[in-house]
């Protein structure tokens, strides 16, 4: 049975083909069109999955929808008379596209499919889940989980924001919900709007500013003291109410009331441009610790309701690294997975195996075996396509065998060197986990500012992510399981690789915290001492943990820094072209594709970024 999962229309478009149940490929539409976060229907994502399972479209049994239209366009029109006359101009603005588009989605997306080969109309078989369903079947599906708890948290759906479900086998039972207009997915959004980020992108960036907030600071504790007694009311069991007179989202064009936050706050809105304060940072560690608080109080919900050993977690709120290390550390559950594409692409993925357990009611085996097999997932580049793409750039490059390869990178990482390393199928959802990676060496006191500003051109105070052998992770970091392979949550590093601070860190400014040594691997040690770990295993990516540990060999350390292999606002390479682009454009020292090396200096025009750059919307 071959079942196609897509994802379109919002944003994080994304295709994820389905084999007797095998994920077999699954992508983003951005990597493809070099749009972040696109809307757009995924045709290349589609093409490619297709292309890899040797299919055309006539050959595929259901394709399954993500979500339900009709009940997000009723949730929008019940929004409107509920708030009218507010929200005109919004309603104004979005009713000609549901009227022209996202209304009668069944004929537009079978459009869309007679482009492909193979398409016929009488056969094809569409399919809607419902969105919460999605990434519900998204995080259980691919767990070596029997039966377990399942917590979504997200902005919304169609109505839903929050669920709390149990899968049992091949089906799920939803048995509670929070609706909009409250959600702890849009309140996290409306404090990333308010801090001067991008609703959508930026949440991650509020995410690694929190912990330059002062800890038990009056301003944090007053911060946390006006959010839930005006803004947010936090119930015991997770649930919230969002108080919607200091809100834009529901009916407006913003996330929330400026001139009512300013009033409350004390704080103007934050544009992109300007300087992060000492303010911003406190109530982004404010904003933070109410977020985690609500995750755990609707983590124990869940355990009661459902008495489950087992966590599955999915909707964007569960890519928040540092709430789930808080879950695990509160030890509600035995084991917790959280599915690593756990925003709108993965509902892509969602919906398929929705459709092939639940609908066609096939069983769901419980093995050993990571069944997203490391989530690379994506297109992988023969040796004849990079050639080719050295051909058309006059590239310079070395041929370099495995016995050599490793421990010659190894050695360009250790003196100071900084590494595009591009292997194999790239990774489906937002991390790289080592086959397009940036990656340097975490030694280094000057790579966390050198990477931001020269390599990847953001902001300075963006944390950097260590890759450790999974053998060894225990011996770095105070590791509450064993595996973390998909950098989904943060650990502290262990207290011998702390360097001793001054009484009063917690209260320094930001900029004093950013710049203060704070362990042996300064580089990846974020300002309260955690990182955001992911341990590379020799069975799911034995080309990356060869290579961390010929920088072992060398170093007696087991760590890499790994960042995505991008800049801001693009997303992560795709293929040797966009590897090479980005090579240039930056200050990256080598290149690596599969075994060819590019060193900069070698290169034509090395010296002229300008050349190679492209101009991406700022995330």
């Given at each position: 049975m071959k079942i196609l999962g897509i994802s379109a229309y919002y944003h994080d478009s994304a295709a994820a083909l389905l084999v007797n149940g095998e994920i077999i490929a699954a992508a983003q539409e951005e990597r493809f069109t070099r749009v972040k976060h696109t809307e757009a229907f995924p045709i290349n994502a589609i093409t490619f999955c297709l292309n890899q399972a040797q299919l055309n479209i006539g050959d595929i049994d259901a394709v399954v929808f993500y979500d339900k239209p009709f009940l997000k366009f009723e949730r929008l029109l019940e929004t409107y008379m509920a708030f009218a006359p507010k929200g005109f101009r919004a309603f104004l603005k979005s009713m000609p596209v549901w009227l022209n588009?996202?209304?009668?989605?069944?004929?537009?997306?079978?459009?869309?499919?007679?482009?492909?080969?193979?398409?016929?109309?009488?056969?094809?078989?569409?399919?809607?889940?419902?969105?919460?369903?999605?990434?519900?079947?998204?995080?259980?599906?691919?767990?070596?989980?029997?039966?377990?708890?399942?917590?979504?948290?997200?902005?919304?759906?169609?109505?839903?924001?929050?669920?709390?479900?149990?899968?049992?086998?091949?089906?799920?039972?939803?048995?509670?919900?929070?609706?909009?207009?409250?959600?702890?997915?849009?309140?996290?959004?409306?404090?990333?709007?308010?801090?001067?980020?991008?609703?959508?992108?930026?949440?991650?960036?509020?995410?690694?500013?929190?912990?330059?907030?002062?800890?038990?600071?009056?301003?944090?504790?007053?911060?946390?003291?006006?959010?839930?007694?005006?803004?947010?009311?936090?119930?015991?069991?997770?649930?919230?109410?969002?108080?919607?007179?200091?809100?834009?989202?529901?009916?407006?064009?913003?996330?929330?009331?400026?001139?009512?936050?300013?009033n409350l706050l004390r704080l103007k809105k934050r544009n992109d441009h300007e300087d992060i304060t000492q303010q911003h940072c406190n109530l982004a560690l404010a904003i933070q610790l109410i977020t985690e608080e609500i995750v755990i109080k609707l983590a124990h919900e869940a355990k009661r309701l459902t008495n489950c050993e087992n966590l599955c977690l999915a909707g964007g709120v569960a890519l928040n690294c540092v709430a789930n290390a808080s879950l695990l550390q509160a030890n509600i559950f035995k084991n917790i997975y959280v599915q690593p594409a756990a925003g709108d692409a993965g509902g892509a993925l969602g919906s398929a195996l929705a459709a092939y357990y639940i609908y066609f009611n096939q069983p769901k085996p419980v093995k050993d075996n990571d069944a997203l097999k490391g989530s690379f997932l994506g297109p992988q580049f023969m040796d004849s396509e990079i050639e080719e793409m050295c051909s058309k750039n006059k590239a310079v490059f070395e041929k370099i065998p495995d016995e050599y390869l490793y421990k010659k990178i190894a050695e360009l990482i250790s003196e100071g060197n900084i590494v595009g390393w591009f292997q194999g199928k790239m990774e489906f959802g937002p991390r790289a986990l080592g086959n397009r990676s940036i990656l340097a060496d975490p030694r280094n006191e000057d790579m966390q500012k050198k990477l931001n500003l020269k390599i990847k051109f953001r902001e300075g105070f963006r944390p950097f992510a260590p890759s450790v052998l999974e053998e060894k992770a225990h011996l770095f970091f105070e590791m509450k399981s064993e595996k973390l392979p998909y950098m989904l949550f943060t650990a502290q590093i262990i207290d011998s690789l702390k360097n001793e601070i001054p009484v009063n860190y917690d209260q320094l400014s930001m900029w004093d915290k950013l710049y203060y040594k704070r362990s042996k691997l300064p580089a990846i040690t974020h300002v309260d001492f955690s990182a955001r770990v992911q341990t590379v295993s020799k069975q799911t990516n034995p080309r990356f943990h060869q290579l961390i540990t010929e920088f072992e060999n060398l170093t007696n350390t087991p760590v890499l820094i790994n960042t995505s292999f991008n800049v801001r606002g693009e997303p992560i390479v795709c293929s040797p072209n966009d590897a090479y682009r980005c090579f240039m454009a930056t200050d990256i020292d080598v290149l690596i594709i599969n075994n060819f090396v590019f060193l900069k200096t070698k290169q034509a025009h090395h010296t002229d970024k300008q050349k190679w750059q492209t101009q991406f919307e700022k995330d």
């Open positions: 588009d996202k209304l009668f989605l069944k004929y537009r997306i079978k459009k869309e499919f007679e482009q492909l080969n193979g398409f016929n109309k009488q056969t094809f078989k569409l399919l809607f889940t419902e969105h919460h369903l999605s990434h519900a079947a998204s995080t259980f599906f691919p767990s070596n989980f029997k039966s377990a708890a399942i917590l979504n948290i997200d902005g919304v759906g169609e109505w839903c924001t929050t669920s709390i479900g149990i899968g049992t086998e091949n089906q799920i039972e939803f048995l509670k919900e929070q609706h909009f207009p409250h959600s702890v997915g849009l309140l996290y959004s409306a404090f990333t709007y308010y801090l001067g980020f991008k609703v959508n992108s930026g949440e991650y960036k509020l995410m690694g500013l929190a912990p330059y907030g002062q800890k038990n600071s009056p301003e944090v504790n007053n911060y946390i003291n006006i959010i839930k007694t005006h803004l947010v009311d936090v119930k015991d069991d997770g649930s919230v109410f969002l108080n919607q007179q200091y809100y834009n989202y529901a009916v407006g064009l913003t996330m929330a009331n400026d001139k009512k936050w300013e």
